[in-house]
């Protein structure tokens, strides 16, 4: 969900910063705890790096 913020010449950096501080904070952190070890990608991941790393080669 985003917030429009209307700036004109007479808003300071100050005033700016401080909106933009009360936006970042309104943010609520993602419990990414709730996700490890849902997917299963079928290979393990170093060997997808090592496979997509030797390529080039």
């Known amino acids: ?8 010449k007479n808003v300071s950096s100050k005033e700016l910063e401080k909106e933009l ?14 996700y490890v070890g849902k997917i299963d990608f079928g290979i393990d991941g170093l060997t997808y790096q ?5 390529e080039w080669k």
């Open 1 to 8: 969900m985003a917030k429009i913020i209307e700036v004109n």
């Open 21 to 34: 501080t009360k936006i970042q904070n309104q943010k609520k952190p993602i419990d990414l705890k709730k």
């Open 50 to 54: 090592l496979e997509t790393r030797n």
